[in-house]
């Protein structure tokens, strides 16, 4: 008998590759956020043609983007994006769609964004301290706030909603179950395979993950070395980490087993090598100009 799972996650939180794990697992059916019918109509193909048209670059990804978050945000609960908010329907229950919900570390979450900042409209900014500061306009389909405080809002709002979500499917005894980024990243087969284990399919074949799903991925075991030494916190300076701490809702960061950090275990400020490198992720700069080193090859 297939087993129907649902994933939701937050963005760089290791949706992609716990995707592509459960897609290759026997049994397995995954309920992820598929095309709605109004994808593929006249009225669809007529603004989608006017956009491209009329609209370029940045402004034409605003557009596009806003045109496929109208289509989403009105999918069937079932069918929500995998970053959305969940919200709960009888359907999940009727159904029998089982709900795994991928997290990460606050502190790691917000670095990776900062790097990563998917649908952000808003320039890039090398500034750290300004991009977990300034207010973040939402997604349709994210199924929250439309304009948050800032990013760390996203972390906040899309936890809490788990946790609603797991309340309504105890009552329908359906089996939730949480999969922290940080236990995924050090040994993936093994998590995924308790994860499945809790959904009763102890004997699905898994297929493994050898580097990061991104663009331009290290290796696993790399990941595996920067993660268990929390590698990621020779980016933080005590402002910033006191400027999480004063955004970042402490009993949802106890819930699920995160440690708020201590403003005085970290520098005023990074060394000068390290901001500059760090401020170059942020911008993309880095990637930008290894692409016109590669073409000037």
Known sequence: ?????????????GTRAMIQMLQGAEGVTLNSGGASDTMG?????????????YYRRE?????????????????????????????????????RVSVLFALRNPYSWALSMARKP?????ERTGDFGAFISRPWLTERRDNCGIVLGSVLGLWNQKLSAYLDFADHAARHDLPIQFLRFEDFIQDPAAQMTEVLRGFDLPEAQLQPIEQSTKSNGKPLDQLQEFYADEGWKHRLTAPWVES???QIDP????????SRLDPQDFPVQLEQ???????MEMLN????????????A
Not at 64 to 73: G, I, P, T, Y
């Open 251 to 258: 009993a949802l960061m106890e819930r699920f087993g995160y």
């Open 59 to 95: 402004y034409r990804k605003i557009y596009v983007d806003a045109l496929r978050d109208n289509v989403a945000h009105e999918t069937n609960p079932i069918a929500a994006w995998k970053h959305a908010s969940p919200r709960w329907s009888a359907d999940f229950a009727d159904q």
């Open 1 to 13: 008998m297939e087993q129907k799972i649902k994933l939701f996650g937050e963005r760089n939180t």
């Open 118 to 122: 998917y649908h952000m409209k808003a």
């Open 285 to 296: 700069l880095g990637r930008k100009i290894t692409l016109q080193q590669a073409q000037h």
């Open 273 to 279: 090598d390290n901001q500059r490198a760090f401020s």
């Open 41 to 53: 109509n006249v009225e669809w193909a007529k603004l989608s043609a006017g956009i491209n048209l």
């Open 244 to 246: 999480i701490n004063a």
